[in-house]
């Protein structure tokens, strides 16, 4: 039992939008303990509602810095209560919601080398931002920043070339030079930029963290080839920027040991060590184990696709970011904003809010629908952008309505194409041993699984990927202190809790789904070109 009680601890942070929260795993992956601190409920003082506050202009959206530096005050006391022996912490790492941004004031280096253990860290940092409330990826307000951006990189598509996503408003380098622009003073005031993830690992590490390829490639500023700061993008956002941001690195890297802040304070051992922290959507890669062509499609509110690839297209939607377990790989993202809802609609319209008939539909009606196919954009949708609810016969002429059990049909088969088309243009291909990872709410629907598989071609497992974020950060401050003896992180978490198998391709899927994808292509951008004014 003595061993089990000095066994090494693994930490895994997340300082996501509206909370902050942390794992404790061992070395077997088992999960010891789990905390978080709510923004709203927790730190009122700071008056934000869901982690942030929406400005006046309703675009402007930002969180106060000293609040997550607070909550982590607020989340290592909360540890200390519980009897997490901070001794036995072998490594830590962390996440950060991705894209925001943290203005360190001059002076600040120093700051963070001499923290004095008997205060909290937000009384010690009070004075080292030079902006107090962080832009965030909510925000909005850098349309202007995106267009010089784009102009500056020789357009949209050659931006998204370069650093794997075209213009974005929320992108860090884009908030930058809004920053620059319209608070010049504060901006020469400030002596390094952090993303969130870099920011928490500062704190951590007792001067300025370096960030990670990773994360770093959700700025609309890193050359995601090169792995280094894209010259071009640099100079079109901000004068002498690569000497505020610092040089990039490999997400895998220990950056150092924890500060003697943490020692002092709350009993952490001097040979802690520091691994890079990354994005919250890097993490999650980490967290569900995804391999080399392996493909996640979370199925909530809106449906985000996560893909393993190994040589990318970058495209006008969808972002591609460098890889967090393999810097010679990549990662991409899709985001589609029609989700569960518009599920939720067609089960309400065509089976009377019955999920027990939508599946019978499902299981009623043949695969490719006898050619029947709709797109459904409730919302203004993101990938691609269109509107609107569009039905096509089986001759690719415009229907107005399709019988129930052809229409849940036809919206599940279409949202599914729709999600391999976009996911292959970023560069992705489905291989013999590819694997899709269903999480989300409507991962729990056996029927809407089986259309995934057969779409896809792929056999469909689901996982349990609750706190994927933190998880994945605290697999990867294991993997962190192996990397130099253990090459890949996938030895490293083995021994993780297994993906269970919910669904197979039928056998004439292949058929059937591969010619349906060219003409499902075909149709999207008719429906794109009549969108058009």
Not at 164 to 181: D, M, P, W
Request: glycine fraction near 8%.
């Amino acid at each position: 039992m003595a061993a089990a009680r000095d066994a090494p601890l693994y930490l895994g942070f997340d300082f996501s939008t509206q909370q902050l929260k942390v794992v404790a795993i061992d070395e077997n992956l088992n999960v010891v303990h789990q905390n978080n601190v709510q923004f709203d409920s927790e730190l009122p003082e700071y008056r934000t509602h869901g982690g942030v506050h929406i400005h006046a202009d309703g675009l402007t959206v930002t969180s106060p810095v000293l609040m997550w530096v607070k909550a982590l005050d607020l989340l290592l006391d909360k540890m200390k209560g519980a009897g997490l022996a901070f001794s036995r912490v072998t490594a830590l790492s962390g996440a950060g919601q991705q894209h925001g941004s943290v203005f360190w004031r001059r002076g600040a280096s120093e700051t963070l080398q001499n923290l004095d253990p008997q205060q909290d860290l937000h009384q010690l940092l009070q004075e080292s931002f030079s902006v107090s409330q962080s832009p965030v990826w909510m925000d909005s307000s850098s349309t202007r920043q995106c267009e010089d951006l784009q102009a500056a990189a020789g357009g949209a598509m050659r931006l998204a070339e370069l650093t794997g996503s075209r213009a974005y408003e929320r992108f860090t380098g884009n908030q930058i030079s809004k920053v620059r622009e319209t608070r010049p003073e504060d901006f020469l005031n400030t002596e390094r930029i952090s993303l969130v993830s870099s920011f928490a690992a500062s704190l951590f590490l007792g001067g300025y963290a370096s960030i990670d390829f990773s994360d770093g490639s959700g700025m609309n500023l890193l050359d995601i080839r090169s792995r280094d700061w894209s010259e071009i993008c640099l100079d079109a956002a901000a004068p002498q920027l690569g000497r505020l941001l610092g040089a990039p690195v490999p997400s895998t890297s220990v950056l150092g040991p924890v500060s003697s802040y943490f020692v002092q304070r709350y009993g952490f051992s001097e040979s802690c060590r520091v691994v890079a922290f990354t994005g919250d959507n890097p993490a999650s890669l980490a967290g569900m184990r995804l391999q080399a062509g392996d493909v996640a499609v979370s199925l909530g509110t809106s449906d985000t696709v996560f893909l393993w690839i190994q040589q990318p297209s970058p495209a006008l939607e969808g972002h591609v970011f460098c890889n967090p377990l393999d810097w010679r790989a990549f990662m991409a993202l899709l985001c589609f904003k029609n989700g569960s809802l518009t599920r939720e609609r067609i089960r309400d319209e065509s089976t009377g809010g019955s999920w027990e008939l939508f599946s019978l539909a499902l299981r009623d009606t043949p695969l490719g629908n006898n050619g029947h196919m709709g797109f459904y954009f409730d919302s203004m949708e993101i990938t691609p952008p269109a509107v609107g609810v569009h039905l096509f016969d089986p001759d690719d002429n415009k229907v107005s309505s399709l019988s129930p059990q052809v229409e849940v049909r036809a919206l599940v088969e279409g949202q599914f194409l729709s999600r391999r088309l976009h996911a292959e243009r970023l560069g992705y291909s489905i291989t013999p041993g590819t694997r899709v990872l269903a999480t989300g709410g409507a991962s729990s629907n056996k029927d809407i699984l089986q259309v995934l598989s057969d779409v896809f071609n792929a056999p469909v497992y689901t996982l349990d990927v609750s706190n994927s974020a933190c998880l994945g950060s605290a697999y990867r401050a294991l993997h962190g202190m192996m990397s130099q003896s253990v090459t890949s992180f996938f030895d490293v978490v083995k021994k993780a809790p297994e993906a269970q198998l919910v669904a197979t391709p039928h056998p004439s899927a292949q058929q059937v789904y591969g010619q349906m994808l060219q003409r499902f292509a075909r149709l999207e951008e008719r429906v794109l070109q009549e969108a058009r004014p």
